[in-house]
């Protein structure tokens, strides 16, 4: 069964310091992995995209790299802002898969406190 | 700028009364989905639109209608609201097949 898993489900860090989230995926075949934040009463914004052959892929303080052997992922948040409160959802999306086929993780919800 | 638009943001009905949640978008993706989120769990995709056509899920109730009258504006109705379909109405666009998916800010449904 295709099915994403996140951890922790949630976090809480001090403003300014550094967090990694996971993601533990079983879909196979796979043709890409995104990472969305989703703000508290806001639709998901997507913040990178990797395909299979990709390692790491930054957006400014986000970073997120891919294992397709392994079959995880990761984003790291550097030098946290207040700004980075939200949840963190993985998004993994079949190769051949239909229209609607994406396969959401439960996020990971972050709290940043000053 | 380009964006996925929903209205309301917030919408209240009563128990049984339907209700008809809009999106628009001004991207020009020939993809459209609607997705409900309750709290504290992933989104789960209702149906979407390729073009004209429509691709409803296995388990979505049939209480659930879409209408897509043309690329930029996509409908979703709900015949008999019951109480446990309170949740987050989420509107997404995409280009193409396997394309980024394009998030509205999401209606919020309250059934008394």
């Known amino acids: 069964k295709n099915q994403v898993e996140q951890s922790p489900q949630s976090l809480i860090i001090l403003e300014g310091k550094n967090c990694t989230l996971q993601c533990n995926y079983t879909v196979s075949p796979f043709s890409n992995l995104r990472w969305y934040k989703q703000d508290t009463g806001r639709g998901p914004v997507s913040l990178t995209i990797?395909?299979?052959?990709?390692n790491t892929k930054s957006n400014g303080r986000y970073t997120a790299t891919l294992d397709a052997d392994t079959k995880q992922s990761s984003l790291h948040i550097t030098a946290s802002q207040l700004s980075d409160s939200a949840s963190y959802i993985c998004?993994?999306?079949?190769?051949?898969?239909?229209?609607?086929?994406?396969?959401f993780g439960k996020g990971t919800k972050l709290s940043v406190k000053p | 700028d380009a964006m996925v638009i929903q209205n309301p943001r917030y919408q209240v009905t009563q128990f049984g009364k339907p209700v008809t949640l809009s999106c628009s978008q001004t991207l020009n993706h020939n993809v459209m989905y609607w997705y409900q989120q309750k709290s504290s769990q992933a989104p789960k995709l209702l149906f979407h639109?390729?073009?004209?056509?429509?691709?409803n899920e296995a388990d979505t109730p049939d209480n659930f209608q879409s209408r897509r009258p043309n690329t930029s504006f996509c409908f979703l109705d709900i015949r008999s609201p019951g109480l446990g379909d309170a949740a987050m109405y989420l509107c997404?666009?995409?280009?193409?097949?396997?394309?980024?998916?394009?998030f509205g800010p999401g209606t919020r449904l309250l059934v008394l």
């Open positions: 998004v993994v999306s079949p190769y051949g898969g239909s229209q609607g086929n994406l396969i």
């Open positions: 639109y390729y073009d004209k056509d429509f691709n």
């Open positions: 997404a666009t995409s280009s193409g097949q396997g394309g980024t998916q394009y």
């Open positions: 990797m395909t299979f052959s990709e």
